[in-house]
């Protein structure tokens, strides 16, 4: 039977996992990496895990949240530098957060085991859809800012929040579309949300 622990000892052992999971799931994969490997790191019996988590995937999910989290302030800091929207800026923005969903180790992990669909599927829906809602809740506001100052089309924020978010599927299917030409497809994608979403700024 799992030891019981006290309010203080379980957060810093959820934290522990955290670091843990993210290491040990960087370098191995979701699917090399066991729970006895994260109970281990963490200092606690295996049975204990599950006081913590239901799954190793959802440690895994809680693990790219919280370094999702960290990339979305970054970059909403730097969107809300204070200078207007623009096209341009608008593309670079996306260029920059493709490129980093591509280089984070977690994301080419799953992509490199074929895992990312059998992690959703050994997720709860509630899961999923509450951090599809976190998604919207963050950019929605940045959206209505981008329309008030007429930079941004006209459109509902939360079919733009999904225009955007399409944008991070495709690195997913770099092999149907062909690994000499995904850079450029990407490149051009970008260009036609850009283009599509942001205004030109008249003379």
């Known amino acids: 039977m799992p030891r019981s622990f006290s309010e203080d000892e379980k957060e810093r052992i959820k934290n522990l996992l955290y670091e843990k999971g993210r290491e040990l799931f960087s370098i191995y994969g979701l699917k090399k990496t066991g729970v006895a490997e994260l109970a281990a790191a963490a200092g606690i019996a295996q049975g204990s895990f599950y006081i913590f988590f239901d799954s190793k995937e959802e440690l895994y999910f809680r693990v790219l949240e919280i370094e999702e989290e ?111 030409i995904y850079p450029r497809v990407a490149d051009l994608y970008i260009e036609m949300i850009a283009s599509g979403l942001v205004r030109e700024e008249s003379n």
Request: net charge positive; hydrophobic share 40%; charged share 30%.
């Open 70 to 180: 960290r990339i979305q302030a970054k970059f909403k800091a730097k969107l809300l530098d204070g200078k207007k929207m623009n096209r341009q800026k608008f593309k670079e923005f996306l260029q920059e957060a493709l490129q980093v969903f591509q280089e984070y180790p977690l994301i080419r992990q799953l992509w490199t085991d074929r895992e990312l669909e059998t992690l959703f599927k050994r997720l709860p829906r509630k899961m999923l859809d509450q951090h599809t809602s976190r998604d919207t809740d963050t950019l929605v506001p940045l959206i209505k800012h981008w329309q008030s100052e007429s930079s941004m089309v006209k459109e509902s924020p939360e079919v733009l929040v999904g225009v955007i978010r399409a944008l991070f599927f495709i690195p997913l299917h770099q092999d149907e579309i062909g690994a000499d």
